[in-house]
C-alpha cells in the first residue's frame, strides 16, 4: 500500500508484514521541512544518526549522543502523518547490555514518539534485540557495514565477501530469530544480500546491497545532491540541489552587493493603495 493510500502510519507489524511484497520505501530525515516532503512517499523514515556527519560536520556517527537523537527525533515528528519514524539508537546507548539498551530506548521512543528504534549488530546483539522486544520495543536490525564500528571494520569497507559471508548470514538469522521486525543490510555483495534475503522471515532494508532486498533506504542528503563530502557508490543523485542552493545563494549575494535586491515589489510604501476609505 502507498502512504498516499494510507490513513495512518504503518506499525513495525505492518512493515514485518510487506515481507516478499511491493518493495518498502524509506529515507532519512532530521529536520520537520523534509520530513513533511517524504511523508507522502516513504513507508518509514529513519532519524538516523547519520545526523551528525551530514547536519553537524562530525567526522563519523561516534560523537552523536542522545539529546541530539532525541531533538532531532521531535523535528521528524512534527513532519510525519503517513509514515513511520524509526530512530537510530546512537553509539554508547546500548552496548553495555540489555538493561542499558531498555532505558535509552523508552527514553527515545518516549520524547520523540518513534515506532521503532534501530541498533546495530548482528550475533552480539541478538540478546539485546530479544530483551527490549520483550518489553514491547519494536527493533531494526541493522547488519553488514555498521558505521558505529567503523573503527575496528578498518573503515566503509564491503562486509561480506569470501569467508566473511557465513558471518554476516549468521548475523541476519540471529536477529530474526531475536525478534527484530527488519533488518538494514548496508554494504554487502549482492549475491548475499539476495540469500538473506530469501533465508530470513523478515524484510531486508537495503543501502548498497540489491534490489532483491524487501526495500531500500538512502540518506536523503545523498540522493538530493546536498552532502558533497564524499559520494558512496551506492548513492544515486536524484537532484544536485547543493549546487542549486548555492548558484541561488551566489545570485543573492550579487544582488544585494549591486543594491538589486530588494527591489520595489519587496519593499513598503508609507500608505496601503488598496486603502479602503472610512464610512
Known amino acids: 500500500m502507498s502512504a498516499t493510500a494510507r490513513k495512518t ?22 529536520t520537520t521541512p523534509m ?16 545526523v551528525g556527519m551530514v547536519l553537524h560536520g562530525l567526522p563519523s556517527t561516534l560523537g552523536v549522543t542522545m539529546e541530539m537523537m532525541i531533538l532531532h527525533g521531535q523535528a521528524v515528528a512534527r513532519g510525519l502523518q503517513l509514515a513511520m519514524m524509526v530512530i537510530d539508537m546512537p553509539f554508547g546507548s546500548y552496548e553495555e547490555g540489555p538493561q542499558q539498551a531498555f532505558r535509552n ?8 514518539g518513534a515506532g521503532a528504534v534501530k541498533l546495530e549488530g548482528g550475533v552480539e546483539m541478538a540478546d539485546t534485540i530479544r530483551f527490549l522486544v520483550a518489553r514491547g520495543i519494536p527493533v531494526m536490525a541493522h547488519i553488514g557495514l555498521t558505521p558505529q564500528s567503523v573503527n575496528t571494520l578498518g573503515g566503509y569497507k564491503v562486509q561480506g565477501r569470501d569467508k566473511q559471508a557465513a558471518t554476516v548470514m549468521a548475523d541476519a538469522r540471529a536477529v530474526a530469530d531475536a525478534g527484530a521486525f527488519s533488518v538494514v543490510l548496508e554494504k554487502v555483495p549482492q549475491s548475499l544480500a539476495d540469500q538473506i534475503t530469501a533465508e530470513v522471515v523478515i524484510p531486508t532494508i537495503g543501502i548498497g546491497a540489491s534490489a532483491g532486498c524487501d526495500g531500500q533506504i538512502l540518506v536523503v542528503d545523498d540522493m538530493l545532491g546536498f552532502f558533497t563530502a564524499f559520494k558512496a557508490k551506492f548513492v544515486k543523485r536524484y537532484a544536485d540541489l547543493g549546487a542549486e542552493a548555492e548558484a541561488a545563494i551566489a545570485t543573492y549575494a550579487a544582488e544585494v552587493r549591486t543594491r538589486a535586491f530588494p527591489a520595489a515589489e519587496h519593499v513598503f510604501a508609507d500608505q496601503s493603495p488598496n486603502k479602503s476609505a472610512k464610512t
Do not use: N, W
Open 35 to 50: 520530513a513533511r516532503l517524504m511523508d507522502a512517499h516513504c513507508d518509514f523514515v529513519l532519524v538516523g544518526d547519520s
Open 9 to 30: 502510519a504503518p506499525s513495525a507489524e505492518d512493515i514485518r508484514a510487506r515481507k516478499g511484497k511491493t518493495p518498502i520505501v524509506s529515507l532519512t530525515a532530521y
Open 105 to 112: 530506548a523508552a527514553r527515545l521512543m518516549a520524547e520523540t
